[in-house]
């Protein structure tokens, strides 16, 4: 149980174009999702938290208008990478924690995000 | 949240217990401890928490000291699939709150 997936697992796009990456919970109800970043070597960086049917919250530093949140259900979030740039290649990983109850976090697999 | 300090390295041999140590002196009253791991590439994934109490499960085994500044998460039979950065993390369980990953200790588990 409390499997999250990611879609894509990886992705190579132009610079300035725009990039959307799912995040799903499939197997329970996720009334908050998060999304990381992760560069090599590093730690993962909280970006956002977001709750279903609302607007999401966002780290100091990350842009909101170019990293776009949405999470219209339950089960899914979405992260839009707009006008991608050479440095938002990254490491992109989400979690979603059960709706009641349980506080753990349940990890995606990540996407790969390569901006040429 | 309370800050955590864990040491960036440590080596087990395979079949030998991984006891990975991790600060957190300030700790308040209704804080968790959480372990997470990460291997290379993969997202993390959860292993253990408690309070105040040591708790066990099929992954790991986890001990915290009576005054709650430290704990130890005990691997008890390390294989080579243990490699891994582990972090331990302070969370109030509270609707929103995010984990918030610190450098962790990377473990090498070598046959």
């Known amino acids: 149980g409390a499997v999250v997936s990611q879609h894509p697992s990886w992705v190579i796009c132009k610079s300035g174009t725009s990039v959307k990456i799912e995040c799903r919970s499939l197997?329970?109800?996720?009334?908050?999702m998060f999304w990381y970043r992760q560069f090599p070597k590093q730690s993962l960086m909280l970006m956002a938290t977001?709750?279903?049917?609302?607007?999401?919250?966002?780290e100091q530093g990350v842009e909101k208008d170019k990293f776009l949140i949405n999470h219209a259900s339950l089960t899914l979030s979405t992260l839009t990478v707009t006008s991608a740039h050479p440095e938002d290649s990254s490491f992109y990983i989400c979690?979603?924690?059960?709706?009641?109850?349980?506080?753990?976090?349940?990890f995606g697999p990540g996407t790969r995000l390569t901006v040429t | 949240d309370a800050k955590t300090t864990q040491p960036p390295s440590m080596d087990c041999a395979e079949g030998r217990a991984a006891n990975l140590p991790c600060n957190h002196s300030?700790?308040?009253?209704?804080?968790?401890v959480y372990w997470y791991r990460q291997i290379h590439s993969q997202g993390p994934q959860y292993i253990i928490h408690?309070?105040?109490n040591n708790e066990t499960n099929e992954m790991a085994s986890l001990i915290i000291t009576e005054d709650r500044k430290s704990s130890t998460l005990i691997l008890p039979h390390a294989t080579l699939r243990d490699t891994a950065v582990y972090y331990c993390?302070?969370?109030?369980?509270?609707?929103?709150?995010?984990?918030?990953f610190g450098k962790g200790t990377t473990l090498s588990v070598s046959s």
């Open positions: 979690s979603a924690r059960m709706a009641g109850g349980s506080y753990e976090q349940y």
């Open positions: 197997d329970f109800q996720a009334t908050t």
């Open positions: 977001s709750n279903e049917g609302s607007k999401a919250t966002y």
């Open positions: 300030t700790i308040s009253g209704n804080e968790y």
């Open positions: 408690g309070l105040k």
């Open positions: 993390i302070v969370l109030q369980n509270q609707a929103g709150t995010a984990l918030i």
